[in-house]
């Protein structure tokens, strides 16, 4: 199995299209307030630009629901990622949407797992999430063959470790790519995708 790779944060056309090139399974395209913002309209340009193959992922930051079903709706993402309290009820009815959804967790001291709210797909963030600040890896602890995603201060230097460390379902990388704040690099996106598969040991 494959290694699943989510490119989160994008917000332009060269971003999408490395992205895509350098073999990403996801690209993510951020909705709440956060340096990577962008629009519905702007997003919908990017999401025809991608293929059926690569999921497109809105991120939402305790949103209202008809907010986000909005969003989603106009922008033609295919997945909704939600970090925030949002409940099982909230879950369930973006379901009827159609919507893969993704539930973004901070670690802590309790371990999430992949499907309690009725989720896809389980993104394990740093308990400062956003931060880019990596985090102890080592103390996560999941089943095996959970569908979950590693995130939280990952770059192309330190991925191939984290992989081999908690051999997660994929991983999430926005800030470990960039620049400067906001601003992807191409060569550290393709640089980080192909670090995450040179290293990819599954459980």
């Given at each position: ?54 999921l497109t992922v ?89 569908r979950w995603l590693?995130?939280?201060?990952l770059t192309p ?47």
């Open positions: 199995m494959t290694l699943f790779v989510k490119i989160c944060g994008l917000r332009t056309e060269q971003d999408v299209d490395t992205a895509v090139e350098a073999g990403a399974d996801a690209v993510g395209f951020v909705f709440s307030d956060s340096p990577r913002r962008i629009d519905p309209a702007a997003a919908a340009r990017l999401v025809a630009r991608v293929p059926e193959s690569v809105g991120v939402f930051r305790r949103e209202p629901l008809d907010h986000v079903r909005s969003v989603a709706a106009e922008s033609g993402i295919r997945a909704v990622q939600l970090h925030g309290p949002e409940d099982r009820g909230y879950y369930a009815d973006l379901a009827t949407g159609g919507w893969t959804l993704i539930r973004a967790a901070a670690f802590g001291d309790s371990v999430p797992r992949c499907g309690e709210f009725g989720e896809d797909m389980l993104l394990l963030d740093a308990p400062v999430p956003g931060s880019g600040i990596a985090w102890d890896w080592s103390r996560k602890q999941v089943a095996a063959g959970e590693l995130a939280g201060g230097e330190n991925v191939r470790e984290a992989v081999d460390v908690t051999r997660p379902w994929g991983v999430d990388v926005s800030s470990g790519v960039e620049a400067s704040r906001g601003v992807k690099n191409p060569a550290l996106i393709t640089a980080f995708v192909e670090a995450a598969r040179a290293g990819a040991v599954l459980g």
